[in-house]
């Protein structure tokens, strides 16, 4: 299996990458949602580009360091969903924003506004900044439909800034509270006379349902690319779906149960998402990695279960396919058996 290839190594089936593209894309068009990918996941200008040829609308950063990398690119519809702070990130974000022709960022407080105001005040162009909601996920946004209007009024009248819209990252399941915020924001600011140009929802696990939420006009989805071992146990896609892999080998069975291999934490990362183990072996349901330490992976086989021999190499499928691409400099693009090429993760480490 890739004999040419050393490893650990992160494999990218573009064919898988590519069906998932086309099938997601196809039921956004279906349902009228505009798409807007996140980049976070595959961090690669090629894999951008693919979106957008398909009919995405833009791309979605959460950090500066990702835009910029997706600006040099070619890129040139962006949203950063991230409050950005300090004289350091708002002189970049003026900088980016000078050669981006649609960029786009998120608030959720008064403080970002107004740092925001205070960097764009006299541009040529205004920044587009939306209103971060909170509707059940408990990481950022404004907590009510109140507090998104009044800072949405905040944003309008600010100098060199243009109120956007509203955006919400909701915890799996919560399709419904999307709906149910957005109602209750939409019939506020209609009272308020404030037009709301983008209602933005986002997320993989729930990504079929998207048009249950039928306020939501822009969905935002990472991890649908590649897919992973959670969107499986989520029943958001088969393994066959899986385009990214770890590719590793056999190195010690030390035991009758176990099976060692040379991918470990940091390849695999030790995301659980509610599950057991750290992995699965692709096209060996019957093993999985259940623990790990930096470079070793353990997997146990069960009674009477052939295990793998020691040199024998195994594709497995992380539980959080957007942790790996962040811990490898290079990806190995493939077509089913075929090596394609060898791909720099441009926006790796970019979290700044």
Not at 166 to 181: D, K, N, Q, S
Not at 192 to 199: C, E, H, T
Not at 265 to 286: C, H, I, N, W
Request: charged share 20%; aromatic share 4%; glycine share 10%.
């Amino acid at each position: 299996m890739f004999p040419d290839i050393d490893t650990p190594a992160v494999l990218i089936d573009l064919d898988v990458a590519e069906r998932n593209i086309r099938h997601f894309q196809d039921y956004c068009t279906e349902h009228g949602l505009a798409l807007r990918p996140h980049i976070k996941t595959h961090k690669l200008p090629r894999l951008a580009h693919l979106q957008m040829a398909a009919g995405a609308v833009g791309v979605n950063c959460q950090k500066l360091g990702e835009a910029e990398v997706m600006a040099d690119a070619g890129l040139e519809d962006i949203l950063i969903t991230y409050n950005i702070l300090g004289p350091m990130k708002l002189a970049r974000l003026k900088a980016l924003a000078d050669r981006v022709p649609r960029l786009a960022v998120t608030a959720d407080n008064p403080v970002v506004v107004d740092g925001l105001a205070e960097t764009f005040a006299g541009a040529e162009r205004p920044l587009t900044v939306r209103v971060e909601c909170d509707t059940g996920a408990r990481r950022c946004g404004v907590a009510t439909a109140d507090e998104a209007l009044a800072l949405a009024r905040r944003i309008d009248a600010a100098p060199g800034l243009a109120f956007g819209g509203l955006l919400t990252y909701p915890a799996p399941g919560g399709v419904h509270a999307v709906r149910a915020f957005f109602q209750d924001a939409r019939k506020r600011f209609d009272a308020a006379g404030l037009d709301i140009p983008v209602l933005s929802s986002g997320g993989s696990p729930d990504m079929w349902r998207a048009h249950e939420a039928g306020e939501v006009t822009e969905y935002r989805a990472g991890t649908y690319v590649y897919n992973d071992r959670s969107l499986i146990a989520a029943g958001a896609c088969h393994p066959a779906d899986c385009a990214l892999t770890v590719l590793s080998t056999v190195v010690s069975t030390p035991g009758r149960s176990r099976v060692i291999v040379d991918a470990g934490s940091k390849v695999l990362t030790t995301d659980l998402f509610g599950q057991t183990g750290y992995g699965m072996v692709a096209g060996r349901p019957e093993f999985e990695v259940t623990a790990v330490s930096e470079e070793h992976g353990h997997l146990m086989a069960g009674a009477g279960t052939a295990r793998p021999r020691v040199g024998e190499r195994l594709r497995i499928i992380p539980n959080h396919a957007c942790v790996v691409s962040n811990m490898v400099d290079h990806v190995v693009l493939v077509r089913g058996d075929k090596v394609v090429a060898t791909e720099p993760v441009a926006a790796r480490g970019r979290v700044t």
